[in-house]
């Protein structure tokens, strides 16, 4: 048996039962919720409470975003729908239909991670059209962030879930 063999063997190499993967969800849902429209948490915290350069920063952080969002949701978004469509319609057959482990453990990432761009752009939205600021635009912002908080912790109790579902019915000679 060949070095490369060996190591496969101790490392089990299927997705949810891989410490990898994990992490990369953990990362994923931290980062996320951290970053509400493309602008850091901590700013809007220093702009509600009333540091001036703060507030103005977040201002402009907010408004170049949302323009941001909303360009792309008007030049690309058909397309970007269709594709994204597309991909994680392949990976739910791939995952849940022909049973590919790294399939479901990408759709179970990419879904939710749709919903929240989705939200992204319909808050980015709502920003521009009401012309949020000030404390209206806190709100909104925080909105927005326990939206995406529910939105993830739901995500990684069904990942969590089916996660244990697959590695209880792998036996441990991966059949």
């Known amino acids: 048996m060949d070095l490369i063999e060996t190591i496969f063997e101790l490392i089990d190499m299927r997705s949810f039962s891989n410490l990898w993967f994990w992490i990369v969800l953990a990362v994923l849902w931290s ?51 269709g594709f994204g469509c597309f991909v994680l319609t392949t990976l739910c057959l791939l995952g849940f239909v022909y049973g590919n482990e790294f399939s479901q453990a990408l759709f179970l990432l990419g879904f939710p991670m749709t919903l929240v761009a989705l939200l992204a752009t319909f808050t980015a939205h709502r920003i521009i059209r009401d012309g949020l600021t000030g404390e209206a635009l806190y709100k909104r912002m925080h909105h927005h962030r326990i939206v995406t908080q529910m939105v993830g912790v739901l995500s990684i109790l069904v990942t969590a879930m089916w996660g244990m579902l697959v590695n209880m019915s792998t036996s441990v000679l991966g059949i």
Request: with cysteine; proline share 2%; glycine share 8%.
């Open 31 to 81: 980062s996320t919720s951290h970053w509400v429209l493309g602008v850091p948490w901590d700013m809007v915290q220093r702009a509600r409470r009333g540091d001036e350069q703060g507030v103005e920063d977040l201002h402009d952080m907010v408004r170049i975003n949302c323009n941001r969002i909303l360009y792309i949701a008007q030049e690309t978004g058909l397309l970007l729908a």
